[in-house]
């Protein structure tokens, strides 16, 4: 069974642009959630979607959005990008069948804003 | 709400031996999940281990185990016979019960080093 994919995996933007990022999760899986990790704040919650509504949302600004689509997939969406914004974007997917079910990770996509 | 806490940010431990990582936590819910998720460097966050509240037998998986005392909110991990492989940032995680919500708290990370 192939993983969570991330693509891109490597992006360079410059400031004020906004950028789009997707997430494949593992087959079957229906839950969907985001993280952004950087050296100073860590890993934090964005946002998590399951069959196709959001369902819990981080404390970060609008800028930062997010969709799930009928097969699961989502994409993140950042706008009018800052300095601030360059991260590693973590997705990580489960079958949310029961509670204990297991997240698993992708590669995670590294976003530079110059 | 919830917070998790690694007073740890390196350790090392030699090829071969124990060593122990430390977390805390707060929360005021009686139902949840705490874990350890291990990042190796530049590949993906795979789990290592997963303790649910609500059981009062520490989780075991391999050379993997954790000691959960619930009333002080410690979920420490130990790493028996350590190898080159361990080497990683290992994040100590929350996640509230029931289902609802598949939300991780992470702590900041212990960098582990394996010295040959």
């Known amino acids: 069974k192939a993983g969570v994919t991330q693509t891109p995996r490597y992006l360079i933007k410059t400031r004020g642009q906004q950028v789009t990022l997707s997430c494949s999760p593992i087959?079957?899986?229906?839950?969907v959630s985001w993280y952004q990790q950087t050296p100073g704040q860590g890993l934090q919650f964005l946002f998590e979607?399951?069959?196709?509504?959001?369902?819990n949302k981080g404390n970060f600004p609008g800028r930062f959005s997010g969709r799930q689509f009928s097969n699961s997939r989502s994409e993140m969406n950042v706008s009018t990008l800052e300095l601030g914004d360059s991260a590693l974007y973590l997705c990580?997917?489960?079958?949310?069948?029961?509670?204990?079910?297991?997240?698993?990770f992708g590669p995670g996509t590294r976003l530079t804003v110059l | 709400a919830q917070t998790v806490t690694q007073s740890q940010p390196e350790m090392s431990v030699q090829e071969a031996e124990t060593v122990t990582l430390s977390c805390t936590y707060d929360?005021?819910?009686?139902?949840?999940?705490l874990f350890w998720y291990k990042q190796p460097p530049s590949r993906q966050m795979i789990l290592v281990i997963r303790?649910?509240?609500?059981?009062?037998q520490n989780a075991t998986e391999n050379r993997f185990s954790v000691n959960f005392q619930k009333a002080a909110k410690s979920f420490s991990l130990k790493i028996s016979d350590s190898q080159l492989g361990d080497a990683a940032m290992y994040f100590c995680?929350?996640?509230?019960?029931?289902?609802?919500?598949?939300?991780?708290?992470f702590g900041t990370g212990t960098l582990l080093a394996v010295q040959p």
């Open positions: 087959s079957g899986h229906r839950s």
């Open positions: 995680a929350y996640r509230r019960g029931g289902g609802a919500t598949n939300k991780l708290i």
């Open positions: 303790q649910e509240a609500y059981k009062q």
């Open positions: 990580a997917s489960s079958s949310n069948r029961v509670s204990t079910d297991t997240q698993y």
């Open positions: 979607y399951f069959s196709e509504t959001q369902r």
């Open positions: 929360t005021s819910e009686s139902d949840y999940y």
